[in-house]
C-alpha cells in the first residue's frame, strides 16, 4: 500500500472489490485511517461549510441512520422481550427453535469449512500466479455477490430437483440433496464462496512472492513454505474472510429457503424459522429467534472493526 | 489450481450452466410469452422502478451520511460510522421481520404516519423503504475512502482563488467524486433488484402491485412452473450481468482520470 494512499490506491481497492458489493466494507486499510492523520497545515475554514449547514448536515445524517438503521435494531429486542425473560427464553428452548440451531451452526460449519479451503487455494491461485482467464476467474469468484439469492437457490432446484437435471438419478439411488442438508450447505457455499478469497487477493498481491521464493530457495517444501510463510503473514485477513463468510452463512435466507422445502424441525434454518413464526403471528418467538441473529450482526460487526484495525497495524512495514 | 477450478465449476459454473440449458429447452415464444405476461412485466417493473428510487435516495442521503462521517466531528460520529454496516450484517429476515413491525400500522413509526394518512406496511412504499435499508452501506462505503484520501490543496486552491464554498463543493469536490458515487449507485441499485428477504415481509406480495420479481420466481417454484421460473431469473440475471460491467468500467474510468502523484 502506497504511503499517499490515494486516490489509485482506493480505486484498485474498490475495484478489487467491484461487484464485490457485500464486501465493499472490506477494504479495511483506507477506511479512516487518513481522517486524522492528514497534516492539515493550511487554514481550516477554506475546508469547511458555515455552521449551520455542519448542523443540518450531521442532524439529516444522524436522524436518517438512526430511523432507518438503529430502531430497526432496537424493535427487534424490544418484541423479542416484550412478554418478559421468561417468554424469550423458553421460546429459544423450543425442540423447533433448537433444531433450527442446531441446523444452522452445522450448516455454517459445512460451509465455511470448504469455503476456507478453497477460498485459500482460489486466493493463492490468483494472487501468486499468472495464466490466462484470470480476470474471468475473478469474476466468477464474484458473481455470487451479484445474483439475487433466489436465483442461487433457483439454479440447484433446476440441478437436483425432481425436474431437474440430475433429479432423477438421484431419485433412482435415493438420494436426497434438495429439501436435506446437502442442498442447504450447498445454497450456502454459493452464496458465501466469495468472501475468503475476496478478503485474501488484495492482502497475498500486495506481499508478492519474495517471502515464499526465498523461504523455497533455502529449500522448504511447498507445504512448508505455505504453512510457515504464507499462513503467517495472511492471518488476520483470512480471521476477517472466515468471519463475514460465516455471519452470510448463519444469515442467509433467500437461497436456503428456496431449496430448504420448510420442513419442520428438520430443514429449518433460523432465519427461515423467524419466517414461519412470524407469519403464524408467534410474534415473541419469531424475535426471539431473531435476537440471536441480531447478536450475532453485532458481534461480527465488533469483531470485523478489531481486525481492521489489526490489518492496518499489520500493513505497516508494506507501508514504506 | 486444478482443483480450485474443479470447485469452482462445481459450485458456481455448473449450477449457472443448469439455468441457462433450463432456458434453452423453451422456444423463443414461449419464452417471450413469460417474460411478457402482465403479471412478470409488473414484478420486474416493481423490482426495477423501486431500486432505481431507493438507489437515489441512497445516492443523496449516502452522501450526507459520508460528508457528515468524514469531514465533522460530532459526538457517537465512530459509533454511527460503525452503525452504517448493520444493513450488511443484519440477516435479510431479520431485517424484514423488524422493518414490517416498525412500520405496521401499530408500529412505532407506522402509527404515528396512519395519522398523517400515509400506510407504509403491504404497500409499494414497505418495498420502497426495505430497499433504501439494504442499500444505505453501499454509497458510504464506496464514497467514504475517496472522499478521505481527496487532495485538500485542490480546495484550498479554489477558495483562494475566490470560489465561494458552494461552488467549491458542487465544482470541485463533488466531480471528483462522481465515479465512487455512480459506483455506489449501481450497487445498490444491484442489490435492491435482488434483494429478497429484506422485503417480502413489508411488500404485501399482492400480484401486479406489490410483488417483487425474485418473489414471483419462488411462487412459479412452488407452483412447478420451472420454465416461468428460469425465463425470469434469465433476465435478471442478465441485468446483474449488465450492472457488473458497467461498474467495472466505472472502475476504470475512475482510475483513468486519476492523476498519478
Known amino acids: 500500500m502506497s504511503t499517499e494512499s490515494g486516490f489509485v490506491t482506493s480505486a484498485t481497492e474498490l475495484r478489487a472489490y467491484a461487484p464485490a458489493a457485500d464486501l465493499s466494507i472490506a477494504s479495511p486499510s483506507s477506511r479512516d485511517s487518513g481522517a486524522q492523520a492528514r497534516p492539515r497545515t493550511s487554514p481550516q475554514h477554506l475546508r469547511t461549510e458555515p455552521g449551520p449547514v455542519r448542523f443540518v448536515i450531521i442532524g439529516l445524517a444522524v436522524t436518517f441512520l438512526t430511523v432507518f438503521v438503529v430502531l430497526p435494531l432496537v424493535v427487534v429486542f424490544a418484541q423479542a422481550f416484550s412478554k418478559g425473560v421468561g417468554a424469550y427464553f423458553s421460546a429459544l428452548a423450543e425442540p423447533e427453535a433448537l433444531s433450527a440451531i442446531w441446523l444452522t451452526l452445522l450448516v455454517a460449519a459445512i460451509s465455511v469449512t470448504l469455503n476456507l479451503v478453497f477460498g485459500v487455494m482460489a486466493a493463492w491461485a490468483i494472487s501468486k500466479f499468472d495464466f490466462r482467464g484470470k480476470t474471468f476467474l475473478i469474476t466468477l469468484i464474484d458473481l455470487p455477490f451479484s445474483v439475487s439469492p433466489v436465483i442461487s437457490g433457483l439454479v440447484f432446484v433446476l440441478l437436483f430437483g425432481a425436474q431437474g437435471f440430475l433429479g432423477p438419478w438421484l431419485q433412482a439411488h435415493d438420494i436426497h440433496v434438495l429439501f436435506a442438508v446437502p442442498g442447504i450447505a450447498l445454497a450456502t457455499i454459493f452464496v458465501t464462496f466469495p468472501f475468503v478469497a475476496r478478503a485474501l487477493i488484495p492482502l497475498m498481491q500486495e506481499q508478492g512472492t519474495q517471502e515464499e521464493e526465498a523461504a523455497i530457495s533455502l529449500g522448504a517444501s511447498g507445504l512448508q513454505t505455505f504453512f510457515r510463510v504464507t499462513l503467517p503473514n495472511i492471518k488476520w485477513g483470512l480471521l476477517y474472510g472466515v468471519l463475514l463468510c460465516n455471519a452470510r452463512a448463519m444469515g442467509e435466507f433467500g437461497a436456503v429457503s428456496v431449496v430448504s422445502g420448510h420442513i419442520r424441525g428438520e430443514t429449518n434454518t433460523m432465519p427461515l424459522l423467524v419466517e414461519i413464526l412470524y407469519n403464524e403471528y408467534q410474534f415473541v418467538s419469531s424475535f426471539a429467534i431473531a435476537s440471536l441473529l441480531a447478536m450475532l450482526a453485532l458481534i461480527t460487526l465488533v469483531v470485523k472493526t478489531v481486525l481492521e484495525r489489526r490489518l492496518d497495524e499489520g500493513q505497516v512495514p508494506y507501508d514504506h | ?261
Do not use: C
Not at chain 2, 412452473?225 to 460491467?245: E, G, N, P
Open chain 2, 1 to 261: 489450481m486444478g482443483l480450485t477450478l474443479t470447485w469452482l465449476s462445481v459450485i458456481i459454473l455448473i449450477p449457472l450452466a443448469a439455468l441457462f440449458l433450463k432456458t434453452f429447452e423453451l422456444s423463443f415464444d414461449q419464452f417471450w410469452g413469460i417474460v411478457t405476461s402482465r403479471r412478470t412485466l409488473n414484478a420486474l417493473k416493481i423490482s426495477f422502478g423501486l431500486s432505481f428510487a431507493a438507489a437515489l435516495v441512497n445516492l443523496v442521503m449516502g452522501t450526507i451520511i459520508v460528508w457528515a462521517l468524514v469531514r465533522y466531528r460530532f459526538p457517537g460520529r465512530r459509533l454511527f460510522d460503525a452503525i452504517v454496516d448493520i444493513p450488511f450484517a443484519l440477516p435479510t429476515a431479520v431485517a424484514g421481520v423488524a422493518l414490517t413491525q416498525l412500520f405496521a400500522q401499530k408500529g412505532w413509526l407506522g402509527a404515528p404516519l396512519a395519522e398523517l394518512g400515509i400506510k407504509v406496511a403491504f404497500t409499494p412504499v414497505g418495498i420502497f423503504i426495505a430497499m433504501v435499508f439494504i442499500g444505505i452501506p453501499f454509497v458510504v462505503r464506496t464514497v467514504q475512502p475517496v472522499l478521505i484520501d481527496l487532495d485538500p490543496e485542490i480546495e484550498e486552491a479554489a477558495a483562494s482563488l475566490g470560489a465561494n464554498r458552494w461552488h467549491t463543493v458542487f465544482r470541485v469536490i463533488l466531480p471528483g467524486l462522481v465515479p465512487a458515487l455512480l459506483t455506489g449507485f449501481a450497487l445498490a441499485f444491484a442489490r435492491a433488484v435482488g434483494e429478497y428477504g429484506s422485503v417480502i415481509f413489508i411488500a404485501g406480495n399482492l400480484p401486479n402491485v406489490s410483488e417483487i420479481a425474485p418473489l414471483l420466481i419462488v411462487i412459479r417454484l412452488s407452483e412447478f412452473r420451472y420454465a416461468d421460473a428460469t425465463a425470469i431469473a434469465v433476465i435478471m440475471l442478465l441485468a446483474s450481468f449488465l450492472i457488473i460491467f458497467a461498474v467495472n468500467r466505472l472502475q476504470r474510468w475512475a482510475q483513468n482520470r486519476t492523476p498519478v502523484h
